[in-house]
């Protein structure tokens, strides 16, 4: 089924490098959010893999061979086990190399669209292994990413993301769920970050 979706810009409220991880990709804490403004994917389905990139800031991805709306169908298709098919066209409104996650987000409407033709959800490993910005633009909801906490459970230290609504004039600290048995753990580190 042919589709479009809007790749809403990404723009952090704050972000903070904590430090670099043995890949060299960066540990952030950020708080993110999505306006209502960004690129425009489109894909018809049962034609070739390809990628078309017109609009205003087209002229900042001549030359790219292999754009992340690609990569994003290529790992999508072989993890659902199915071809890599379909034309997809990308209306760059957004500035290039702007720090507004524009590729990210590209990737993410990608992968929208394919998982609403296909009836699938959108695989996290993937989102992940696309780039670190990809997972919370596939959920396009105001974010706060606190790079590295310690699970008392696991014993380890595990990645997070919060994904939760918030409410105009409300503090930071609701935007993070309910936490439990963990609550002064969590308290803590709000603490640190000067949000209580």
């Known amino acids: 089924m ?3 979706a809007l790749a809403r810009a990404k723009v952090n409220l704050f972000l903070h490098v904590i430090g670099r991880r043995a ?17 425009v994917i489109a894909r018809t389905p049962h034609a070739p893999l390809s990628l078309q990139i017109d609009g205003p800031f087209a002229a900042g991805l001549v030359g790219e061979a292999d754009n992340l709306v690609l ?4 790992g999508f298709s072989a993890s659902a086990g199915r071809v890599a098919e379909g034309a997809f066209r990308l209306t760059k409104n957004l500035p290039v ?3 507004i996650g524009g590729g990210s987000a590209d990737a993410a409407a990608a992968l929208r669209l ?3 033709d296909w009836g ?3 695989p996290a490993e993937l989102a992940v292994s696309l780039g670190a910005d ?18 008392i459970q696991a014993s380890r230290w595990r ?12 503090p930071n600290r609701q935007t993070c769920p309910p936490l439990g048995r963990m609550r002064r753990q969590w308290r803590r580190i709000w603490r640190s970050y000067g949000m209580i």
């Open 134 to 151: 990809v997972p919370v633009c596939v959920a396009r909801r105001i974010c706060l990413a606190l790079a590295w906490f310690w699970s």
């Open 23 to 39: 890949d060299g990709m960066h540990r952030l804490d950020s708080l993110a959010v999505f306006p209502p403004v960004g690129d």
């Open 114 to 116: 394919l998982a609403a």
């Open 159 to 170: 990645r997070l993301i919060f994904s939760a609504p918030v409410r105009a004039g409300s």
């Open 71 to 74: 990569r994003a169908a290529r």
């Open 2 to 4: 042919a589709g479009e």
């Open 97 to 99: 190399a702007s720090g």
């Open 120 to 122: 699938c959800a959108v």
